[in-house]
């Protein structure tokens, strides 16, 4: 009785440090892997500090696993690249539009009103759409919604 309480033990326990070295984040949400930075996930780190606490060493080896893969942050908080699946384009006239009418397709668009005669604003004239992505990536990589506006 005892011997068979004392394997089915070991086997409990090889089986939470088989995970522990996983990652908790890792094995609940492997879609967040490749996530650079962000808000850390509570959860996720309240289950690896389970495991510190409990066994250190695969502790340690989880945090290190999900802050490697990026899974112990929340999804849609950290600066990640352009996501061209849920980008709209939206075609008007730029030789017909002034600042004001592009400002009121933005909030039409968007619903986000933008002065773009401001200082902090640039203003560019691109020439393909590839062009478009390659800036949208490096200035606006956390926007939620993407819009690109073209004549």
């Known amino acids: 009785m005892i011997k068979k309480l004392m394997n089915t033990l070991h086997v409990l326990v090889s089986a939470v440090l088989i995970f522990q070295l996983m990652g908790c984040g890792t094995i609940m949400y492997p879609e967040r892997k490749g996530q650079k930075a962000g808000r850390i996930d509570v959860g996720v780190a309240l289950l690896d500090g389970l495991g510190l606490l409990l066994f250190l060493i695969p502790g340690v080896i989880a945090f290190a696993v999900d802050f490697n893969n990026g899974t112990i942050?929340?999804?849609?908080?950290?600066r990640s690249s352009l996501d061209l699946k849920n980008m709209r384009q939206v075609k008007f006239d730029?030789?017909?539009?002034?600042?004001?009418?592009?400002?009121?397709?933005?909030?039409?668009?968007?619903?986000t009103a933008v002065k773009l005669d401001q200082s902090n604003m640039?203003?560019?004239?691109?020439?393909?759409t590839d062009e478009m992505i390659v800036l949208f990536e490096q200035v606006m990589p956390s926007m939620s919604e993407r819009i690109a506006l073209s004549h």
């Open 73 to 78: 942050y929340l999804p849609g908080s950290s």
């Open 94 to 111: 730029p030789k017909k539009s002034t600042l004001a009418g592009i400002e009121r397709i933005i909030k039409e668009e968007t619903g």
């Open 122 to 128: 640039r203003i560019t004239e691109l020439g393909s």
